[in-house]
């Protein structure tokens, strides 16, 4: 069984900094690849950033240039370095294995 746990998430001022992170009990964690998503009130669970195996990566249009996706496989850990954050950037991010998913971080972003 996969456990991914989130961490890092909190309420920051607009054009503020956060780190989250996502420690996964995986066996097999460097073979997979690792994404994070994000879900605001009342709206659907969109993908955020991904990562590959091999280290590729792929962002959402609304964060490209400002969120960056990393991975630390000696670690069994993924990262989103969020800058620049918006009010539009308020939701729980969540960490995402295959079909695992982790309990969610919350991400406030004050104007």
């Known amino acids: 069984q996969v456990q991914l746990v989130e961490s890092g998430g909190g309420l920051v001022q607009a054009g503020g900094s956060l780190r989250l992170s996502c420690a996964a009990s995986?066996?097999?964690?460097?073979?997979?690849?690792m994404g994070w998503y994000r879900q605001a009130p009342g709206k659907q669970r969109d993908l955020v950033a991904r990562i590959t195996s091999g280290g590729s990566t792929n962002y959402a249009d609304s964060v490209k240039g400002r969120f960056t996706i990393s991975r630390d496989n000696a670690k069994n850990t993924v990262y989103l370095q969020m800058n620049s954050l918006k009010p539009d950037d308020t939701a729980v991010y969540y960490c995402n294995m295959m079909t695992f998913w982790g309990q969610g971080t919350q991400v406030t972003v004050s104007s």
């Open positions: 995986a066996r097999f964690f460097r073979f997979n690849a």
